[in-house]
């Protein structure tokens, strides 16, 4: 295939042809093996999907108030919350982890916020909130599932656009996050050339398979002719 000629053509064919199934059968033949977030990360609404690239946001637990302590981030009332959303970027991913997931990481005005400045989504390790708002803004939200308790009192973001780690899955800055409702991965910028080179010759493959079972092909003849299954 040829080459996408820029990342808005690049996110524009993965949207349109490929899904987080494809693409990680292709990492796991590139030994990329654990890179999907944990099953409890689902879209809002199931048909959410998400294409961009990350921008890490690291949170971290609080106890009661921080106003003593010497850390000045964490005297502010969301740490670097508010800067690290106002930095996002055209396609890029709110993505959060670091915090016990015990309240909402995200809601219906930093979703407003996000949209104004062309995010691709938001995805994190605990809950979210104000579910109606976001639904109606379309915003694609990964989750734990809606849950009200808010981070306020309890989480502070500590720094942003620096890797972090999700169930052993690592996140850096820049690398791709795809999303859909079986799941969330992570493509690794390093290695994404590949991995979506041959993630689209998989997928447009399958679909030869697919019509090929369908008039009638076994399932093992398929597999020994095109090596798809």
């Not at 447009?204 to 008039?215: D, H, L, S």
Request: hydrophobic fraction near 40%; aromatic fraction near 8%; glycine fraction near 8%.
């Amino acid at each position: 295939m040829r080459s996408p000629k820029n990342d808005d053509e690049l996110i524009a064919l993965i949207k349109s042809e490929l899904f987080t199934a494809v693409i990680g059968d292709i990492m796991d033949k590139l030994g990329f093996l654990n890179q999907f977030l944990p099953p409890q990360v689902q879209p809002l609404r199931k048909d959410m999907t998400v294409v961009g690239r990350a921008m890490p946001v690291l949170e971290a637990d609080v106890f009661e108030s921080a106003d003593r302590g010497n850390n000045p981030v964490l005297q502010k009332p969301f740490g670097l919350m508010l800067e690290a959303l106002d930095d996002l970027k055209k396609d890029e991913v709110y993505i959060c982890s670091g915090a016990s997931p015990s309240y909402a990481l995200w809601g219906e005005l930093m979703s407003m916020r996000a949209l104004t400045l062309g995010a691709a989504g938001a995805v994190v390790n605990g809950y979210s909130r104000d579910t109606k708002g976001i639904l109606e803004l379309n915003f694609p939200t990964f989750s734990y599932g809606s849950y009200a308790q808010d981070q306020a009192p309890r989480g502070k973001v500590i720094d942003f656009r620096t890797s972090i780690e999700m169930n052993g899955v690592v996140i850096r800055n820049g690398d791709y996050v795809i999303g859909d409702r079986d799941g969330v991965c992570i493509v690794p910028h390093d290695a994404s050339e590949e991995i979506f080179r041959l993630a689209f010759e998989k997928a447009r493959g399958e679909k030869i398979v697919f019509q090929k079972i369908k008039e009638g092909m076994s399932a093992k003849a398929a597999f020994e002719t095109y090596g798809i299954m």
